[in-house]
């Protein structure tokens, strides 16, 4: 209980830890740079899920209960991101005003950490601690920049840094909640934990398909992207041989 706990609050406040960025620039960062990140995110993330989270399932269910939990993933995905209004964080010109869509994507934000959360709870319920630290601190990376972005965008819309950073730092909060639910669900229904980790593979592998590489591609920095997505995979490789 401790150990999900203190991965769980860890891999959220990434988010704050990569918010905090922006109290100590003068100058907003460019779009190659946020490219660069995303993609880094999502070299993480596509090593974690494909070295981690599917493996382990497969040991403990099958090839059945993984494709069920991965085919769910992604449909929860798909609603979420059908019922949400999305606005692209990096490449959205027009000016927008806070108190109106500025707090749809707030409220975007983080109803989509719900699954990263869910992630980290699921892989701790696993049984393996060495999986649910591998996947806390493989969102804790991919949070970072997020939270980077998403102060930067709240920085764009006349909010000063420190309440841009608090916002962005609380994004992440909700993954706790339902970090601590995912580990407690399977862990009282055991049979539950493949299908918990094949959910939380297909809607890491959701989140990287469809949201950071396109985002990453969309200032022709699709060369430097690329060598960025390389260089977060063979870390985060690197990172599970290592521990």
């Not at 609603?79 to 109106?100: T, V, W």
């Not at 806390?136 to 102060?151: R, Y």
């Not at 022709?220 to 992207?225: K, L, T």
């Amino acid at each position: 209980m401790n150990e999900v706990f203190i991965g769980s609050v860890l891999s959220a406040l990434a988010t704050g830890a990569g918010a905090l960025i922006i109290l100590f620039i003068k100058q907003s960062v460019t779009h190659r740079w946020k490219d660069i990140l995303l993609a880094f995110s999502a070299g993480i993330m596509m090593a974690a899920s494909m070295i981690g989270l599917i493996p382990e399932a497969l040991k403990l269910g099958g090839f059945i209960p993984l494709a069920i939990g991965i085919c769910s993933g992604v449909m929860v995905l798909t609603l979420l991101e059908k019922n949400i209004p999305h606005l692209d964080l990096e490449h959205n010109q027009y000016g927008i005003q806070f108190d109106e869509k500025a707090m749809l994507i707030i409220a975007a934000i983080t109803l989509h950490n719900i699954p990263e959360g869910l992630s980290v709870g699921v892989s701790y319920a696993s049984g393996s601690g060495d999986t649910g630290n591998m996947i806390a601190l493989a969102i804790g990376f991919q949070n970072a920049p997020e939270g980077l972005l998403v102060a930067l965008f709240l920085i764009n819309q006349k909010i000063s840094k420190f309440k841009a950073f608090v916002v962005a730092t609380l994004t992440g909060a909700i993954e706790i909640v339902s970090s601590l639910i995912g580990f407690y669900l399977t862990s009282f229904v055991r049979g539950l934990v493949p299908y918990g980790i094949s959910f939380a593979a297909g809607a890491m592998l959701f989140i990287i398909y469809k949201e950071l590489i396109p985002e990453s591609h969309g200032d022709g920095n699709e060369r430097v992207s690329t060598y960025a997505f390389i260089i977060g995979l063979l870390l985060m490789i690197f990172i599970i041989e290592l521990f």
